[in-house]
């Protein structure tokens, strides 16, 4: 369906056509705007009226409040789609205050798989020279994650031992990572295969500072 629409504004007469998928809304309004820079030169002219008037015809009428509707909506759509885009980081991003995909970009995760997260070291940069601090980091970021974006407060040790190998980081000697700092950062029950782990307080406020400076590409120990 064709879209006429016509203004009048003394001896100045301009129609624009346009489509259903083409925009002419712009052009209206810069037009109108025109108008009202111009108004002096244009009252000059004679024979107009004390305001410019809009007519559309050959279609649906379009008024000028409208107009203003219509842009509302178009960018509450785009705010909906950007909504609708985000992914399981989101919350940590929104968190954070950083864009999501600066974590997408060193951190796998699928809660609806239900997978291991994973970090992508290679993206990280220096995690740290020492094994036991590749290690301890990585456990601050996949235990934070494994909370955060699945719902899951303890986690087997085995499980976390996984998710280091999967994120190319040796699990052997984890042991050592709870010593020192780590005794403040992580909350260990039981033995063996029922060995759990988590986040203490004080974890999971190193996580945060950790995720924020690898995010940021502040990649200094």
């Keep these: 369906m064709e879209t006429t629409a016509k203004l009048e504004y003394g001896v100045l007469e301009v129609e624009i056509h346009a489509f259903d998928d083409e925009d002419y809304q712009k052009e209206v309004l810069d037009l109108i705007q025109f108008i009202e820079d111009n108004q002096e030169s244009l009252d000059e002219l004679g024979g107009i009226s004390d305001s410019a008037e809009i007519d559309q015809s050959k279609s649906e009428v379009v008024s000028l409040e409208e107009f203003g509707e219509n842009d509302q909506t178009e960018t509450d759509l785009d705010a909906a789609d950007q909504e609708d885009e985000t992914g399981p980081l989101a919350d940590i991003a929104s968190e954070l205050r950083i864009p999501e995909h600066k974590l ?96 203490t307080p004080p974890g999971k406020r190193q996580a945060r500072k950790i995720l924020k400076r690898f995010a940021e590409n502040d990649k200094r120990e």
Excluded at 104 to 112: A, G, K, L, M, R
């Design 104 to 199: 997408e970009d060193f951190i796998y995760v699928d809660p609806q798989e239900d997978d291991f997260p994973v970090l992508y070291i290679d993206e990280m940069g220096n995690i740290g020279e020492r094994k036991t601090d590749r290690q301890r980091i990585s456990s601050l970021i996949l235990l934070y994650v494994w909370h955060e974006c699945y719902e899951v407060e303890r986690i087997k040790s085995s499980s976390l031992k996984d998710a280091l190998e999967l994120s190319d980081v040796s699990s052997s000697g984890m042991g050592n990572m709870y010593q020192g700092e780590g005794d403040r950062y992580f909350d260990r029950r039981g033995r063996g295969p029922s060995a759990t782990v988590s986040l």
